[in-house]
């Protein structure tokens, strides 16, 4: 997968449960065990800005995007 998920980390650097963060961010366990673990296919703008204003962080610090060397995706000639 291109997109990695680093919110265990930032909980982490936080020392904040994932218990905490869904009742501060109001997500289920299990939405946010999914996001965690990088399974979930999307995310809503609305949910990444309620988690990076509870952990006072940027997108960034949660998703990074790695080459996957394996996978190569055509660039289109404009």
């Not at 509870?54 to 289109?76: S, T």
């Amino acid at each position: 997968m291109a997109i990695v998920v680093n919110l265990d980390v930032v909980m982490a650097k936080r020392k904040m449960s994932l218990n905490e963060l869904s009742d501060k961010v109001g997500l289920t366990l299990s939405n946010l065990s999914i996001l965690k673990t990088g399974k979930a296919k999307a995310i809503r703008f609305s949910t990444l800005e309620a988690i990076c204003k509870v952990l006072d962080c940027q997108p960034g610090d949660i998703m990074e995007y790695v080459i996957d060397k394996e996978v190569q995706i055509p660039v289109r000639q404009l």
